[in-house]
Structure formats: C-alpha cells, structure tokens
C-alpha cells in the first residue's frame, strides 16, 4: 500500500474517529481496506507536543526520544513545518532550541497534504561551552604581549638516557663482515653514546640489553659452518663488549643501570631449538652474573648496577627514575613486532613483570620501529648491531639500519632520539 493512500487515510476525519472510538482494529481494519497492524501502530502512538491541532486532519505518525537527548517526530500536516515550527517544539519541552542542531523535512502528498519529519541533536560541547567564562581579548593580547621566557637552570638536562644495544650475536658472519667488524660497529655505537650524554647530560644511563648477545650454534643449522668463533669465544667476547660499556659510561652519569633479559640465540641447548633449561638457562643471564660478580669483588665502579629478571621470568621492569619505570623483553615472545603491544596489554592484565612500565624496549626484529601502546606508552624495538640477515633481506628485498638506538627521557616523555 502506497505512502500516499497512508497519508490520505490518515488526513480522513472519519478515519481518526473510529481511531478514537471503540471499534476493534479487526473490525475498523476491515472497515477502511487497512492492515490490522497499520491500525495498531497509530493508535499506540502518542500526540507529539509540537501538534496542537486546530483542524480534525492533523495527526501525529512517530516520535521518538533517545537517551543522549536527540528527539525526532512525524507527522500528517495540511502544510509544511518550519523552521519556526521546530524551535517552537524544542521550546514547548522546556529546552533552549539554540542548544540543538535542528533538521527538518516535509514532502507533498497531496493539496493541503504533508508529510512532515522534525529531528533535534543535541550540540557537542555546549556543556562545555556554558561552563568556560568568556575572554576579555585585549587582556589576552597584552598577556601575550608582556610575556617573558626564563629557562629554569638544571644539572642535568634530562633525568635518564636509554642506550639499546641488542642483538650483537657474537660469532656470527654475513654481508656486514665478522666478528671484527662486529667489534667496530659496537664501539662506534659506544663511543657515540658518549657523546651523546655529555649533550644531555642525563642524571642516570639505562643500558637496555634485549637479548641475543652470541650467535650460539643451535639455532639454525647454518651457524655450525658460517660462525667466524667457537661458543666460549662469543661468550668471551660478549663479556669483555659489557664490561667496556659499562667502565666508559660509568663517569658519564650519577648511576648507571646494566639490565638484562634472555633471549631465544642465548638460550643454552642441548640441540637444535631444544632448550636445555628454564628461562635463566641462558648466557646472556650468566654474562650478567659475571660482570656483578666482577664489579663486586674488585670493588669498582660502585654507581653500576647489574639487573635480571625474577626467577623463571623474561621480561622485567626498571626504575630509572621517579616517575619513569622501563620494561625490557628479547620480543621472541610475540609472533611480529607489531604484536609486542598486544602480548604487553596482555601482560598488564596478568600483572605480569612489565605490567607497570611506562615504556617497553623490544629486540630480536632487527629493525627499528616505535609505537603508541595502550594509553600513550611506547613500545620501542631496537635495531641490531649483528653483521645483517643475509637470508631476510634476500626474502624481502630490503636491509634493516644497524646500531643501538638512544633515546632520552624527562619524566615519561621520551625526546632526541637517534640510531648510532
């Protein structure tokens, strides 16, 4: 049945009385040629405020109020609603129409037929807007006019620098060299780092050390004929970079922090991807072991400390400073760089280590990325100082920048970052 017949219907003054009377919707539907359900639905419909009609061919169709305070209403009318014909609505409720967005639509079915819709959204903000007092200008121009900048004096110009180094995996070639060349990019990176800190002269150094540290020989089958050093030669080697590291970095800073997790390369095996031992099984945890013990003994350089997870953990989180706490995980854990954020949403949930970091230091991917997680914490991964992938970039066609990224923090606002 054809809007116009419904419209035509409900213009009919007779049709509005058996409305009105007590006809049943059975009997009035049989009456005027209508659907039982057609008579039904207007007369369960209320009278909208905005229709106080002076002639008997007015009648309301819908109106409806949502809870956020939009309302909407049709209706059968002998001429167009009006913008007028809106605010008047808004205002018979009580409301102020200006506080409103204000839609209307009326369509001709007929002489003196319409079919008309009036609609009214609440204004976003306007809550807002009544609570903020009004600006006098020419006093904000002369506030603007007459202000001065006086840096505030500091010692330390930052309160903590992060310094990334992961990934160095000790013994292992491919198109960036050796293990030589290994050892050049890394005190490059080093060497880099320093001056970096005598510009920002942080109160504390984090060195965050994600994981990989030796290349090892049980994870893929390759390393047993590509690898330019034994196992107790990469370890070696690792041992003597970190102890360099922090002996350089010692004097730059009131504390520094040498913090370590295990990782899938360091991981001791008894054969290929066959872990031989809990979470803390693994050389770099014992690299870190040693070089406590080492400054313990000898009873040097009181202001480093060496950190390691919890027992049969592999992340953890650090106090750098007051207000900044630094989670740190290798990234194996995750199936793509891009879903470290997703295992550490996770980890907050499960008031797992890193749950209460302000920001997450991620290695294992080899390329650097940074990302927004949860409420504004960022997830860093770093970039590697190994000699490259040789096997990736043949497979995606591209190289990863190597080195060990820096980045600073005042509070938990991180700035000046660089890759060196």
């Given at each position: 049945?054809?809007?116009?017949?419904?419209?035509?219907?409900l213009?009919?003054?007779?049709?509005?009385a058996?409305?009105a009377?007590?006809?049943?919707?059975r009997?009035?539907?049989?009456k005027?040629?209508?659907?039982?359900?057609?008579v039904?639905?207007?007369?369960s419909q209320?009278q909208p405020?905005?229709?106080?009609?002076?002639q008997?061919?007015?009648?309301?169709?819908?109106?409806?109020?949502?809870?956020?305070g939009?309302?909407?209403?049709?209706?059968?009318r002998?001429r167009?609603?009006?913008l007028?014909?809106?605010?008047?609505?808004?205002?018979?409720?009580g409301?102020?129409?200006?506080?409103?967005?204000?839609?209307?639509?009326?369509?001709?079915?007929?002489?003196d037929?319409?079919s008309?819709?009036?609609?009214?959204t609440?204004?976003?903000?306007?809550?807002?807007s009544?609570?903020?007092?009004?600006?006098?200008?020419v006093?904000l121009?002369?506030?603007?006019?007459?202000?001065t900048?006086q840096?505030?004096?500091?010692?330390?110009?930052?309160?903590a620098?992060?310094?990334?180094?992961?990934?160095?995996?000790?013994?292992?070639?491919?198109?960036?060299g050796g293990?030589?060349?290994t050892?050049?990019r890394?005190?490059?990176s080093?060497?880099?780092?320093?001056d970096?800190?005598?510009?920002?002269?942080p109160?504390?150094?984090?060195?965050?050390?994600?994981?990989d540290g030796?290349?090892?020989?049980?994870s893929?089958?390759?390393?047993?004929?590509?690898?330019?050093?034994?196992l107790?030669h990469q370890?070696?080697?690792?041992?003597?970079?970190?102890?360099a590291?922090?002996?350089?970095?010692?004097?730059?800073?009131e504390?520094?922090?040498?913090?370590y997790?295990?990782s899938?390369h360091?991981?001791?095996?008894?054969?290929?991807?066959?872990?031989?031992?809990?979470?803390?099984?693994d050389?770099?945890?014992a690299?870190?072991k040693?070089?406590?013990?080492?400054?313990?003994?000898?009873d040097v350089?009181?202001?480093?400390?060496?950190v390691i997870?919890?027992?049969?953990?592999?992340?953890?989180s650090?106090?750098?400073?007051?207000e900044?706490?630094?989670?740190?995980?290798?990234g194996?854990q995750?199936?793509?760089?891009?879903k470290?954020?997703?295992?550490?949403?996770?980890?907050?949930?499960g008031?797992m280590?890193?749950w209460?970091?302000?920001?997450?230091?991620?290695g294992?991917?080899h390329?650097?990325?940074?990302?927004?997680?949860?409420?504004?914490?960022?997830v860093?991964?770093?970039p590697?100082?190994?000699p490259?992938?040789?096997?990736?970039?043949?497979?995606?066609g591209?190289?990863?920048?190597?080195?060990m990224?820096?980045v600073s923090?005042?509070?938990?606002?991180?700035?000046?970052?660089e890759?060196?």
């Amino acid at each position: 049945m054809s809007n116009y017949f419904h419209a035509k219907m409900l213009a009919n003054p007779q049709f509005q009385a058996d409305l009105a009377g007590d006809l049943s919707s059975r009997k009035m539907a049989n009456k005027w040629g209508v659907g039982r359900t057609f008579v039904q639905n207007h007369r369960s419909q209320p009278q909208p405020d905005f229709i106080t009609p002076t002639q008997p061919n007015l009648r309301a169709s819908t109106s409806q109020q949502s809870s956020d305070g939009s309302r909407t209403v049709e209706a059968i009318r002998d001429r167009p609603v009006t913008l007028t014909d809106a605010r008047e609505w808004i205002a018979a409720s009580g409301d102020n129409p200006d506080d409103f967005e204000i839609s209307i639509r009326s369509i001709a079915y007929g002489v003196d037929m319409f079919s008309n819709r009036m609609s009214a959204t609440p204004k976003k903000g306007r809550e807002l807007s009544k609570a903020v007092d009004a600006v006098d200008y020419v006093t904000l121009s002369e506030r603007i006019a007459g202000f001065t900048y006086q840096p505030a004096r500091k010692d330390f110009l930052v309160d903590a620098c992060v310094l990334q180094p992961t990934d160095e995996q000790w013994g292992k070639t491919d198109f960036n060299g050796g293990s030589a060349e290994t050892v050049e990019r890394v005190l490059k990176s080093y060497s880099g780092f320093v001056d970096y800190v005598r510009e920002y002269r942080p109160r504390t150094i984090l060195l965050a050390k994600t994981g990989d540290g030796i290349e090892n020989f049980c994870s893929a089958p390759g390393q047993m004929h590509t690898n330019d050093m034994d196992l107790p030669h990469q370890i070696a080697a690792m041992y003597g970079m970190d102890l360099a590291a922090v002996r350089m970095f010692a004097s730059e800073a009131e504390k520094v922090i040498a913090a370590y997790v295990p990782s899938n390369h360091g991981a001791w095996r008894s054969g290929m991807k066959s872990n031989a031992g809990d979470a803390h099984s693994d050389f770099g945890i014992a690299n870190a072991k040693m070089l406590r013990d080492t400054l313990k003994q000898l009873d040097v350089l009181p202001n480093v400390e060496i950190v390691i997870p919890e027992l049969h953990m592999e992340s953890m989180s650090v106090q750098v400073s007051p207000e900044l706490r630094v989670g740190l995980v290798h990234g194996h854990q995750a199936g793509g760089s891009d879903k470290i954020g997703d295992w550490w949403a996770k980890q907050d949930h499960g008031r797992m280590p890193t749950w209460d970091a302000d920001v997450l230091f991620v290695g294992h991917w080899h390329s650097y990325r940074a990302y927004q997680s949860g409420d504004g914490r960022a997830v860093f991964v770093g970039p590697a100082s190994d000699p490259g992938s040789s096997w990736f970039s043949n497979l995606k066609g591209e190289r990863a920048t190597s080195g060990m990224l820096a980045v600073s923090f005042e509070g938990k606002r991180w700035k000046y970052q660089e890759i060196m």
